[in-house]
């Protein structure tokens, strides 16, 4: 099981203090939280690693070419790809969901088809099709979220006809917590030939996701939000749809040869990655996935649900309390309301008191719009989380509700 104790020895930045109150972090669905040895990895590869990779003959840019295509193998094992010629780097989901609307968009769309989301999508999963809709002239059509926070899956199987050619959908909710039964998603939209494309954001931090099980087509995540550094994220997609999707952005590396008349595109997945990539992030995001392996995702996934239960629990003693979203399957996410407290108030006071939580829309309009809210308080766990500071985040709920 969880060594609680142990495991937050390894975040330094566990043991600081804010307004002279040692640091309750309740905000890992923004990003987590990095253990010593993914700092430790960015630092040795400026230190001992670093030179371009792909393009050199010398060693060290063979090194570090190595240390990058091996990181790539590291995701590709973690989330259970076929092959790292599915294993595209980006910035991050933001930049994978954006690839993919644009490649996927110009191989595959046209006006009159339609693109199934939800609507519990953050932002980066809605935007980006709208921008193509526009270029495009395709249709967003929204699976509609029932009042526990479940998606409708009898109006999902009802919006999908012949002219949807994608489903993209998030596997878990960054408000609710909900996880979506994906698996069902991808079997209903597969027997009627339509490929899906999943966010991933919240959930490969917490639970274990094999992308071949669960038979994704597309599936996107962030490295800093798996104790890794930002600015590196990863788009998993299937071969033979990356094959016939053109490049998303232009330059050095996604080149096989170019001359003024024609250039000719790199394989994959290449193809999608322009320009010098984030090697040392790679690197370091490799670490971090050894890290959770090291942990154990089920081990992960366990403790955090009990976390999560506890939340609610003690947080449900609270007179006024609303827990925002009932789904019947939850991740490691609590968000709330509590009285006619505006939310910001909410989060200003408990940093106060140490406690970090995230307040507002949390980047998801659409969904505070379907529950007539303008946002909630929100509480998200992470492994290196204790009882004990949940403990601390119902008594200083407490305190700020003295207060009005
Ligand atoms: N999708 C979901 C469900 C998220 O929670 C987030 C981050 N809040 C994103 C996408 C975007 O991730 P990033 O900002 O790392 O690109």
């Given at each position: 099981?969880?060594?609680?104790?142990?495991?937050?020895?390894?975040?330094?930045?566990?043991?600081?203090?804010?307004?002279?109150?040692?640091?309750?972090?309740?905000?890992?669905?923004?990003?987590?939280?990095?253990?010593?040895?993914?700092?430790?990895a960015i630092?040795e590869a400026y230190?001992n690693e670093n030179a371009n990779v792909h393009?050199?003959?010398?060693f060290l840019s063979q090194h570090a070419t190595d240390l990058m295509e091996s990181a790539r193998d590291k995701?590709?094992?973690?989330?259970?790809?076929?092959?790292?010629?599915?294993?595209?780097?980006?910035?991050?989901?933001?930049?994978?969901?954006?690839?993919?609307?644009?490649?996927?968009?110009?191989?595959?769309?046209?006006?009159?088809?339609?693109?199934?989301?939800?609507?519990?999508?953050?932002?980066?999963?809605?935007?980006?099709?709208?921008?193509?809709?526009?270029?495009?002239?395709?249709?967003?059509?929204?699976?509609?979220?029932?009042?526990?926070?479940?998606?409708?899956?009898?109006?999902?199987?009802?919006?999908?006809?012949?002219?949807?050619?994608?489903?993209?959908?998030?596997?878990?909710?960054?408000?609710?917590?909900?996880?979506?039964?994906?698996?069902?998603?991808?079997?209903?939209?597969?027997?009627?030939?339509?490929?899906?494309?999943?966010?991933?954001?919240?959930?490969?931090?917490?639970?274990?996701?094999?992308?071949?099980?669960?038979?994704?087509?597309?599936?996107?995540?962030?490295?800093?939000?798996?104790?890794?550094?930002?600015?590196?994220?990863?788009?998993?997609?299937?071969?033979?749809?990356?094959?016939?999707?053109?490049?998303?952005?232009?330059?050095?590396?996604?080149?096989?040869?170019?001359?003024?008349?024609?250039?000719?595109?790199?394989?994959?997945?290449?193809?999608?990655?322009?320009?010098?990539p984030d090697y040392v992030g790679s690197i370091a995001l490799a670490k971090?996935?050894?890290?959770?392996?090291?942990?154990?995702?089920?081990?992960?996934?366990?403790?955090?649900?009990?976390?999560?239960?506890?939340?609610?629990?003690?947080?449900?003693?609270?007179?006024?309390?609303?827990?925002?979203?009932?789904?019947?399957?939850?991740?490691?996410?609590?968000?709330?309301?509590?009285?006619?407290?505006?939310?910001?108030?909410?989060?200003?006071?408990?940093?106060?008191?140490?406690?970090?939580?995230?307040?507002?829309?949390?980047?998801?309009?659409?969904?505070?719009?379907?529950?007539?809210?303008?946002?909630?308080?929100?509480?998200?766990?992470?492994?290196?989380?204790?009882?004990?500071?949940?403990?601390?985040?119902?008594?200083?709920?407490?305190?700020?509700?003295?207060?009005?």
């Open positions: 099981m969880i060594d609680v104790e142990k495991i937050r020895r390894d975040f330094p930045i566990l043991g600081r203090e804010v307004y002279g109150k040692p640091l309750v972090y309740f905000d890992n669905a923004a990003t987590t939280q990095k253990p010593q040895c993914v700092i430790d630092s230190c393009r050199g003959i010398h995701v590709r094992q973690f989330i259970g790809a076929g092959s790292t010629e599915e294993i595209i780097f980006t910035r991050g989901t933001t930049e994978s969901i954006n690839l993919l609307a644009s490649s996927f968009s110009s191989a595959f769309l046209k006006e009159g088809d339609e693109v199934i989301i939800s609507g519990m999508e953050h932002h980066s999963n809605i935007v980006p099709w709208q921008i193509q809709s526009e270029r495009y002239g395709f249709r967003i059509k929204v699976i509609p979220v029932l009042d526990n926070g479940e998606l409708d899956l009898e109006a999902f199987k009802a919006l999908v006809s012949d002219k949807t050619r994608l489903v993209s959908i998030t596997h878990v909710s960054n408000v609710l917590g909900t996880v979506n039964p994906v698996s069902e998603i991808i079997s209903l939209a597969h027997s009627h030939g339509i490929p899906v494309a999943v966010d991933g954001a919240q959930s490969v931090p917490h639970i274990k996701v094999n992308v071949q099980e669960l038979g994704a087509d597309f599936y996107a995540f962030s490295g800093h939000k798996i104790y890794g550094p930002t600015g590196i994220g990863v788009l998993y997609g299937r071969k033979e749809l990356l094959e016939q999707m053109p490049p998303y952005q232009g330059g050095g590396e996604m080149i096989k040869r170019v001359t003024f008349e024609k250039t000719t595109y790199n394989e994959l997945p290449y193809k999608f990655e322009a320009g010098t971090a996935l050894d890290y959770v392996q090291g942990i154990g995702m089920d081990n992960i996934a366990a403790y955090e649900s009990e976390l999560c239960s506890y939340a609610i629990e003690r947080l449900n003693g609270i007179p006024d309390m609303r827990i925002i979203g009932n789904a019947e399957h939850r991740s490691a996410v609590v968000s709330f309301l509590v009285g006619n407290i505006y939310p910001s108030d909410m989060g200003t006071l408990l940093d106060r008191l140490g406690i970090a939580v995230r307040t507002g829309h949390h980047c998801a309009e659409p969904l505070m719009d379907r529950l007539g809210i303008p946002g909630t308080v929100r509480a998200s766990f992470a492994f290196y989380n204790t009882k004990h500071e949940i403990d601390s985040l119902a008594e200083g709920i407490e305190r700020v509700k003295q207060m009005f």
